[in-house]
């Protein structure tokens, strides 16, 4: 007779799915009123991330973890190959296009899961002192974290590069370094803030300038109009006009935020981001119960911070606070890179929960 290790499912974090089906299922609510195409593909992807979850979930993660580093420089060997044989799409070279079967991949995407793991694989292997790392261990991790930053940057793709950045970093002062460093640091992005902006690609310079300018981009302000119609509950499907009417741009990714006031009003945005901050909350809480285990708590930090960094920066977009830029909500937004990255982000972290008492890794046990 067949039957599960109980262990698994005693250490398997119940809270995460409970906190993310409901974003899942609002979001294929609004897209599936939207457009039925778009939301035919959304279940494929819905498939696809399932099936990713499960891959990673199920991948006996700790005994493989020498394989980490590998995975990691095939990432950079990925990205410097967009560089050489990359396909460019609106100005942009950031993806692979595989010959004959028309696949693409964008590697900045793995880069993703392929970060965090590489910093957990570092960290686990040389820990931080009492009082952080220093300067020689900080600057050896920073390679890893700057390496995947400059490659992204050159696609042109800021708003990835920053997001890796900011990841790459947030981990490291969740673990802990020298508070010194990260004073030197500060001062010197305040003083180099005017040479990096000269720097920018003109369309990013744009970007900066319509949000700074007095009077909203069009994206913005049909953004405000269709928050604004929402009002406190909402209004019925028929009634959305901002939407079904197309004057809202990119209804079901970049802006589905402003769809989801017009369409739930002030209560349904309130509910949404209650989700997403308690999923933060509680990612970030699970740290105080894994005091050695520093590969889990970089995983945990770096889902938690990336998470915080989607949310913030999509729903500052949609109300004119921060610039536009392609980031969309986790797995809420229309669109299968995303949701596949992040089912692959949680399936890692599960897998490090559920398993991080069984060294052995039998997901089953054999009784006759």
């Known amino acids: 007779m067949i039957r599960l290790d109980r262990r698994i499912l005693t250490h398997f974090d119940f809270v995460q799915p409970f906190l993310i089906l409901p974003i899942i299922i609002l979001s294929y609510i609004l897209v599936s009123e939207a457009n039925s195409i778009l939301a035919g593909k959304q279940l494929v992807y819905f498939g ?16 493989i973890a020498w394989l980490i580093p590998l995975f990691y420089w095939i990432c950079i060997v990925l990205l410097i190959s967009v560089d050489l044989f990359g396909t460019s799409k609106l100005g942009a070279k950031r993806w692979l296009e595989f010959p004959f079967i028309h ?59 920053l997001i890796l950045l900011i990841v790459g970093y947030a981990v490291l002062f969740i673990i802990g370094v020298n508070k010194k460093i990260w004073v030197v640091i500060f001062a010197g992005v305040l003083l180099s803030a005017p040479v990096i902006y000269e720097n920018l690609h003109d369309y990013q310079k744009k970007r900066i300038t319509d949000f700074l300018s007095e009077e909203s981009n069009y994206h913005v302000r049909q953004s405000i109009i269709a928050i604004g119609s929402g009002g406190l509950k909402g209004k019925p499907k028929d009634e959305a006009t901002q939407t079904h009417f197309k004057f809202l741009p990119i209804s079901t990714s970049d802006f589905i935020f402003a769809y989801t006031i017009e369409r739930y009003g002030f209560y349904g945005g309130l509910a949404l981001l209650s989700f997403y901050g308690a999923l933060i909350a509680h990612l970030l809480s699970l740290n105080y119960g894994l005091k050695d285990d520093y590969f889990t708590q970089t995983m945990t930090s770096g889902i938690g911070v990336l998470i915080f960094i989607y949310v913030s920066i999509n729903i500052m977009m949609t109300i004119g606070f ?3 830029v392609g980031i969309p909500l986790p797995f809420y937004s229309y669109g299968g890179s995303s949701f596949v990255t992040f089912m692959c982000l949680f399936g890692i972290l599960q897998n490090l929960l559920a398993f991080r008492f069984d060294p052995t890794y039998r997901l089953v046990k054999f009784k006759i």
């Open 322 to 324: 921060a610039p536009v």
């Open 48 to 63: 696809v991330g399932l099936a990713a979850f499960l891959f990673f979930f199920l991948l006996p993660i700790r005994k």
């Open 103 to 161: 696949f693409t991949l964008q590697p900045s995407e793995i880069m993703k899961p392929a970060l965090l793991l590489m910093l957990g694989y570092l960290i686990k292997q040389r820990p931080p002192e009492e009082n952080g790392y220093g300067l020689k261990d900080f600057l050896r991790l920073s390679l890893y974290i700057l390496l995947p930053f400059v490659l992204i940057l050159k696609e042109p793709d800021l708003g990835t590069a």
